[in-house]
């Protein structure tokens, strides 16, 4: 979909506040985005709600058989601990992978002089995050009607986790948008990398169970404490992995975001011109 040149124009209006122009950008980007996703296939909002549970479905199949029907979480049950963690680490990952195609995707629309890259990535990593909150609570829905506890039992403190792992998505989002943008290969190991995030991130198995020297170490990974500040936030008898800390979560969002604004400030030409 085409950004019209009487929402954007070439040349701004005397006396229009910039932030009135940036309002009408990011929702003209935003119209684009929501469309083009919706109309990128005839099944797409369906395959959108139906992959995570088939996901979720998938990986609660394999650990059942790996570990047996007797595998248990302290203070949470197993599945709803399970759905938790990943729909935590997908809000992150989606909102990491996404807007590395943004810059490209939207080319064409750099002849607008207010359009910039960094909008392009903004409007993507807010639709993202929006179209996750709303299959979460889906989710819920569901699990409230199949009587699976998925209702969280503090809900600012899980609403704090979701919105901690969104921050720390879009931070790793706008450095990696401008870096593989500049660096193509960068793209290829992201998608490389997001593997073993998955299995060192407290997702599919609990890393209490590891040699305590080993999960120190595995504690670096900001994805762990805002996954299990999100956990605490569902299960009110749920125990977080020691040195769980939503603070050191913030210091990399907002670190990551910091960057990724400066890359995308200092390469605002080479982007456009990419």
Not at 58 to 70: E, P, S
Not at 77 to 88: A, C, K, N, S
Not at 169 to 189: D, F, N, Q, R
Request: aromatic share 12%; with cysteine; charged share 15%.
């Amino acid at each position: 979909m085409a950004i019209s040149s009487d929402t954007i124009h070439d040349q701004p209006q005397p006396g229009r506040p910039p932030w009135e122009v940036t309002r009408s950008v990011w929702s003209a980007l935003f119209v684009r985005e929501f469309l083009a996703r919706l109309m990128a296939d005839r099944l797409a909002w369906f395959w959108m709600i139906v992959e995570p549970i088939a996901f979720v479905a998938i990986m609660i199949a394999v650990r059942v058989v790996v570990l047996g029907h007797d595998a248990q979480i302290a203070g949470a049950e197993f599945v709803p601990w399970m759905i938790t963690g990943l729909l935590g680490f997908f809000l992150f990952r989606e909102n990491m992978q996404r807007p590395i195609g943004a810059i490209e995707a939207n080319q064409g629309l750099f002849a607008y002089r207010q359009v910039k890259p960094v909008d392009t990535v903004l409007v993507r990593c807010y639709l993202e995050g929006m179209t996750r909150s709303v299959i979460f609570l889906l989710f819920i829905a569901v699990g409230a009607l199949i009587q699976l506890d998925l209702m969280p039992d503090r809900p600012v403190m899980a609403m704090a986790g979701w919105v901690s792992l969104w921050a720390l998505g879009i931070g790793a989002g706008l450095t990696l948008s401008a870096l593989s943008a500049l660096v193509p290969e960068i793209s290829k190991l992201v998608r490389i990398v997001s593997l073993p995030l998955l299995i060192l991130s407290n997702v599919i198995a609990p890393l209490h169970l590891l040699p305590h020297d080993l999960l120190v170490y595995l504690m670096y990974n900001p994805i762990v404490h805002g996954i299990e500040y999100m956990r605490v936030g569902f299960f009110p008898y749920y125990e977080p992995l020691p040195g769980t800390d939503i603070t050191y979560l913030w210091y990399w969002a907002l670190g990551l975001i910091a960057l990724g604004l400066m890359l995308h400030l200092r390469f605002e030409l080479r982007l456009k011109a990419k």
